[in-house]
C-alpha cells in the first residue's frame, strides 16, 4: 500500500494542468461525431446500418498521420509567437469551433451530404488537433510521468466529451433542440482556446530547426521517413502493430452502436446523460486514476495485458443490460465499462507514448494512435450491420464484441512471453535526436 501511495504521488506535477486542459479540448468534439451524432440520426429515421456507416466521417482520425510532420516543422499560420505547439493548438482550436458551428446548423432530413461535408471537416480538424495535443504531453513530460500524464489526458478527455460534449450535449438537445446544443459546445471550446495563452510552449527539439533549412528532400526524409524508420527497429515491431489494430476493436464496436442500442432499450435523452455520461465518467476516473498509479507497480506489460482482459469481461454486462434494460443495469454496465475502459485507455496511452520520441512526437505518435483508430472507426462501420443480421439481438451482439478482444490479448501475450513481460518491447527511447 505504501508503494502505491508513493506512485499516485506523480499527480502532484504542476505540468499535468495544462496536459488536463488540453484533454478537454480533445475529447469535447468526440460525442458531435460519435455517440450523439448516432442518437441524432438514429431519431431522425436512419436504420442501424446507415448511422454505423455515417461514422465514416471520422475517418480523419485514422490518416492525421499522414499531415502530422506539418506540425512538428512547419510553422503554424497564425500565432506563431505563442511557439510552434501552442500556435498550432490555438490555430486549430479557431477552426475547431466554426466547423462545430457549421454541423450544427446542417439538418440530416434535408439530406445527408452537406451534413457528412461539415463532419469530416469537424473531424480533420479534431484529429489535427489531436496530433499536438499529443505531442505537446510527450515533450512537455519525462518518461517516469508519462503514465500519470495519459491519466491526465484521459481525464481531461472525458470531462470534455463524456460529460460536457456528451451528457451537456443531450440535455441541451433535450431541452433546446440540436442545432443550440452544438452552438453551445462549439463556444465551449473558447476556454480551452484561453487556456492556451497561458500554459508553457515545450522546449523545441533540435530537429525542428534543423528541418528547415533549405533542401526538400532531406527534410521530408527527416519529418517522415526517420521517424517511421526509428520505430520499425523496435523488436518485434510486426507483432506489436498487429497488437495496436486489434487491442480496442471489441470496444469500438460496442462504442459506435452504444447510443442506438440505449434508444431501442427506451430509455430518454436525460436519462442517457444521467446514467451514461455522469455515472460513466465517475468510474472512468477512477479507473484511469488507478491505472496511473498501476502501472508504475505492474509494469507496462502486466498492466496493458490486465486492462485487455477486464475491458473484454465488461462487455458483457451489456448483454444482460439487453435481457433486463432496466435502470440498475443500465448503471451497472455503464460504471463496468467505464472504470475497465478508463483503465485501459490510460495503459494503451502510456503504451503508446512510450514508444515515441521527442522531436518526432507528433510524426510517430499520429501514425500509432491513428492505426490504433482504423479499427475503431473503419472496422466498427460494420457493427449496425452486424446487429441487423442478428435481427437486433443486442445480447448476442455485445456477446461477439466481447470475443472480438482475444486476438489481440494473444498477440500481447506472445510479446510478453518473448521480452520477459513485455518491458524490453515498451521501454521508452524518449531522447531528441542531433
Given amino acids: 500500500m505504501p508503494r502505491f501511495a508513493a506512485a499516485l ?11 488536463l486542459i488540453l484533454g478537454v479540448a480533445s475529447g469535447l468534439p468526440s460525442p458531435l461525431l460519435f455517440a450523439n451524432l448516432s442518437i441524432w ?13 455515417f461514422g465514416a466521417v471520422a475517418t480523419p482520425y485514422a490518416i492525421n ?8 516543422r512547419m510553422r503554424p499560420p497564425l500565432f506563431a509567437s505563442l511557439g510552434q505547439r501552442r500556435g498550432w493548438l490555438a ?6 469551433i466554426a466547423a462545430v458551428l457549421l454541423l450544427g446548423r446542417q439538418d440530416p432530413r434535408g439530406g445527408l451530404a452537406a451534413m457528412a461535408a461539415c463532419a469530416v471537416a469537424v473531424a480533420a480538424l479534431s484529429a489535427s488537433l489531436d496530433v499536438v495535443v499529443d505531442a505537446y504531453r510527450i515533450e512537455t ?59 508553457r510552449e515545450p522546449a523545441a527539439p533540435q530537429t525542428a530547426a ?53 434508444r431501442e432499450m427506451g430509455f430518454d435523452y436525460v436519462t442517457i446523460a444521467e446514467v451514461s455520461k455522469l455515472y460513466g465518467i465517475g468510474a472512468a476516473f477512477a479507473g484511469g486514476l488507478v491505472a ?48 475497465t475502459s478508463g483503465f485501459a485507455t490510460v495503459a494503451f496511452v502510456a503504451f503508446l507514448s512510450r514508444l515515441c520520441e521527442a522531436g518526432y512526437a507528433a510524426t510517430q505518435y499520429a501514425l500509432l494512435a491513428s492505426i490504433a483508430n482504423f479499427a475503431r472507426i473503419q472496422l466498427a462501420g460494420s457493427s449496425g450491420w452486424i446487429v441487423d443480421r442478428l435481427n437486433g439481438d443486442w445480447s448476442t451482439f455485445f ?36
Fill in 399 to 434: 456477446a461477439l464484441t466481447a470475443a472480438m478482444a482475444l486476438p489481440g490479448l494473444a498477440l500481447l501475450a506472445h510479446v510478453l512471453s518473448k521480452t520477459r513481460m513485455g518491458d524490453a518491447a515498451f521501454s521508452p527511447t524518449h531522447r531528441t535526436h542531433r
Fill in 292 to 339: 496511473g498509479g498501476a502501472l508504475r507497480v505492474l509494469g507496462a506489460g502486466r498492466g496493458l495485458f490486465l486492462a485487455g482482459i477486464v475491458m473484454s469481461a465488461t462487455n458483457l454486462l451489456f448483454s444482460a443490460l439487453a435481457a433486463a434494460p432496466d435502470r440498475a443495469h443500465f448503471i451497472l454496465a455503464v460504471a463496468g465499462d467505464g472504470f
Fill in 141 to 199: 513530460l519525462d518518461p517516469p510521468h508519462m503514465g500519470a500524464g495519459s491519466a491526465a489526458t484521459v481525464a481531461g478527455w472525458h470531462i470534455g466529451g463524456t460529460v460536457v460534449g456528451g451528457a451537456g450535449g443531450l440535455v441541451l438537445a433535450a431541452r433546446f433542440g440540436w442545432p443550440a446544443a452544438y452552438a453551445a459546445l462549439a463556444c465551449a471550446l473558447a476556454l480551452p482556446l484561453f487556456a492556451v495563452f497561458f500554459i
Fill in 41 to 53: 440520426l438514429a431519431d431522425t429515421g436512419l436504420s442501424r446500418t446507415a448511422v454505423a456507416a
Fill in 210 to 262: 534543423e528541418d528547415r533549412e533549405p533542401g526538400f528532400a532531406a527534410a521530408l526524409a527527416r519529418a517522415v521517413i526517420d521517424p517511421l524508420k526509428s520505430l520499425a527497429k523496435r523488436p518485434l515491431w510486426a507483432e506489436i502493430l498487429a497488437f495496436i489494430v486489434l487491442f480496442k476493436f471489441g470496444d469500438a464496436m460496442l462504442g459506435r452502436m452504444s447510443g442506438v442500442f440505449f
Fill in 91 to 96: 490555430c486549430l482550436l479557431c477552426g475547431l
Fill in 65 to 72: 498521420f499522414l499531415w502530422a510532420p506539418l506540425f512538428d
Fill in 9 to 19: 504521488a506523480v499527480y502532484r506535477d504542476a505540468r499535468l494542468l495544462p496536459v
